[in-house]
Every structure is written in C-alpha cells, then in structure tokens.
C-alpha cells in the first residue's frame, strides 16, 4: 500500500536540545497510524513537523509524495486543505456558537451562512450530536460532547488525514470509548488517513492499524498492535505494562 505521509531522516532540534534525531516513519493510505512514546520524546514535535507548523533541521516530509519541507506560501495553504486537526483541549471559540465552530474554515472562505449551517449540522451528526447543540454555546456543553463538537469542526472540509492530539485526555474512559469509536468510524466513512498521538493504551490498541514508538528521537520500534505485544525492545515492553523499572 503506498505511503500518504512518509517521513525520511527528519531532524529537529532546539538550541542544544536534539528532539528529533533521525525519524524516519510511513503512514500508509487509508490506514490509523498511533505514535505513542514517554513524555519529551518529540511526539508533538513530529506533528507540528508534519503539519508544517515547525520547520524540520533535516530530512524530507513526504505527503502524497511530494517533499512539503520546501513549500512555498501558496502551495503550503494548498497542503493544509488535506489536514484535519482535533487539537488536544479542543480549542473551540466559546464566543461562537457550535455551529460557527464547525463551519469556522467553510465562513472564512466565503460560504454562505444558511449553507454553513446546514454543513455544521451534517458534520455534528456524523459525531453523533443533534442539531439543537448547533445554537448552543461550547460552554454549555461536556467535555465529550465539545471534543465532538471539535471532531466535527475537524472534518468539516473532509480532509485526507486527520491528526489527533491526545484525543481522549481528560475524558471519563466511557466517553473516552466513544471518541474512540468515532474515530474508527469516521476513518472507514470518509476513508482518511489518521495519525493519532496518545498516552492511552486502550485506546491506542483499539483505534490503531499500525503503531510507532518515538524513543530517544527515533522511531525505536513500529508494526501493527499485534507486532507491538511481541516487541523484543525492552522500552517498547516497559511502556506497554506501564512499568518504571
């Protein structure tokens, strides 16, 4: 299966901290990539490096086969019309109502309001939300349900590749499950490519096609969740049984 995101040597360092060293990653279409590592191993860094956000020291990060380390402006507003980004707080605009929310990138471009009303509704209830939260404010809401609400907003241009920042922290493991299921579902409905960073286990192993585990700014290990269980590294074993020894 070809790679949507290839990762090839990438470094990134700051000041004299080395981050990333030399990771080198493939995220194949279509499928959920988790990329779990201990706390500094460089996870958010190597999204924000694929993102764009953060300019990489070496290596190439290859999307669709294309090296996007040298964009310019343009092509790189381009680019980012593929992502989708459930950020880990959520990030919503409590001074817009839900649906301004989802629909935020869709009114920015231009798109009628009564139209982006309608897309936000659709997109709220792909995340099994009903039209009355469209009208209510983030505030009113749980944590689940506007980490839905954000999940919407993420897919509301549906993207090719979807990025995960801890998507279930701070979550109750039920309503964890339930984004974990979504996630899951949205992949299969709207064929994406997922990369999913997170520190929950159970939730790695339930949403993941395949895993990586970041290590002293290398990828010290990858392979389905099944390939992961029988790892001969002992750091990969240690983080599997939360161990501290």
Request: proline share 4%.
């Amino acid at each position: 299966m070809p790679s949507k995101i290839d990762l090839r040597h990438v470094k990134k360092s700051f000041g004299s901290k080395h981050v990333l060293a030399d990771v080198n990653l493939a995220v194949p279409t279509g499928e959920t990539m988790v990329i779990m590592g201990g706390s500094g191993t460089g996870k958010s860094v190597l999204l924000k490096c694929i993102l764009g956000l953060v300019n990489v020291d070496g290596g190439m990060v290859m999307v669709d086969g294309k090296d996007t380390t040298k964009l310019k402006a343009p092509e790189r507003m381009q680019l980012m019309k593929k992502f989708g980004m459930l950020f880990q707080g959520g990030a919503l605009f409590d001074s817009m109502t839900v649906w301004e929310n989802v629909a935020f990138v869709p009114l920015q471009a231009g798109m009628k309001p009564a139209d982006a009303k309608k897309l936000a509704i659709a997109k709220l209830a792909m995340v099994d939300l009903k039209a009355d939260v469209a009208d209510q404010n983030p505030g009113e809401l749980s944590g689940g349900m506007r980490k839905r609400v954000a999940l919407a907003r993420a897919i509301a241009h549906e993207p090719e590749i979807i990025f995960y920042d801890e998507p279930t922290t701070g979550l109750d493991p039920i309503t964890a499950d339930v984004i974990n299921d979504l996630i899951i579902k949205l992949q299969k409905q709207l064929k994406c490519t997922s990369v999913v960073i997170t520190h929950d286990l159970h939730s790695a192993f339930k949403v993941a096609d395949r895993m990586a585990m970041l290590f002293e700014g290398r990828v010290l290990a990858e392979g389905t969740p099944a390939e992961m269980k029988k790892s001969s590294q002992p750091f990969v074993q240690q983080f599997l049984a939360g161990g501290s020894n």
